[in-house]
């Protein structure tokens, strides 16, 4: 369902990116929701080299960690996006898009993800809260950090109420569209990542084999 991946980025990447959006120019997010009621924080304005920069350097990060390939099976990416909420803005409760225009083709949004840039102690509030049922599970990781959550979710940021929150955000099309058919291939992977050359060589074919079809039956290529 969530999965946190600790040091996405090393410090320095996360120095690098604060020092980015130090003197980058942000502009109001509801740029990107223009009808939404409850969007108040800042985005960095895409027309410039901070944006290509740091966008690049989330992307590259995300795409080597192998935690995030496995868990996410990422087909495309957004352009990950630096977003920042000084006190008292928040992001109210709402559900991501369903598909947004990366390039030259819609990106079906799967997965939503969070990369938290700043350290939890420099800034209050400003969790990420993501509604199950009748509960709100709560994330406010350490800097270099990332949490993926399935963006069919209704989630929202809880206002700041000092210092300043950064992270980086962007949103996943998986190979595997069905959030349980992902969840179960992962934990397929897991088992033969940890167990796979304690098998015998047999019982290793006949899992690669059942995790090759499922793949093959789910997924969408690419
Ligand atoms: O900043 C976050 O952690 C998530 C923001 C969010 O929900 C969004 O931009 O759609
Ligand atoms: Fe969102």
Redo the contacts with the bound molecule.
């Keep these: 369902m969530f999965q946190e991946i600790a040091d996405v980025l090393t410090a320095e990447e996360c120095a690098r990116l604060r020092d980015i959006a130090k003197s980058a120019r942000f502009v109001d997010?509801r740029i990107?929701?223009p009808h939404s009621q409850v969007?108040d924080?800042l985005q960095i304005d895409s027309g410039g080299e901070a944006y290509a920069e740091s966008s690049r350097l989330v992307a590259t990060a995300l795409q080597r960690n192998e935690t995030f390939r496995n868990f996410a099976y990422p087909r495309i990416m957004a352009p990950p996006?630096l977003?920042r909420?000084e006190p008292a803005m928040r992001?109210g409760l709402?559900s991501?898009a369903p598909f947004m225009q990366v390039g030259a083709r819609p990106l079906r949004s799967d997965l939503?993800c969070?990369v938290?840039l700043g350290d939890p102690d420099t800034y209050e509030g400003g969790e990420?809260a993501i509604t199950l049922g009748t509960r709100q599970v709560t994330?406010k990781l350490p800097a270099g950090s990332a949490?993926l959550y399935p963006s069919t979710t209704l989630?929202?940021?809880l206002p700041v109420t000092a210092g300043e929150?950064l992270?980086a955000?962007t949103f996943i099309e998986s190979q595997i569209a069905d959030p349980v058919f992902r969840e179960l291939l992962f934990q397929l992977d897991e088992v033969a990542a940890l167990e796979g050359f304690n098998m015998s060589w047999e019982n290793r074919t006949r899992l690669q084999y059942v995790r090759a079809n499922l793949r093959r039956i789910w997924g969408e290529a690419g």
Excluded: P
Aim: aromatic share 18%; charged share 15%; hydrophobic share 40%.
């Design positions: 997010g990107s929701s969007k924080n996006l977003a909420y992001y709402h991501d939503s969070t938290f990420l994330f949490v989630h929202e940021v929150r992270v955000i």
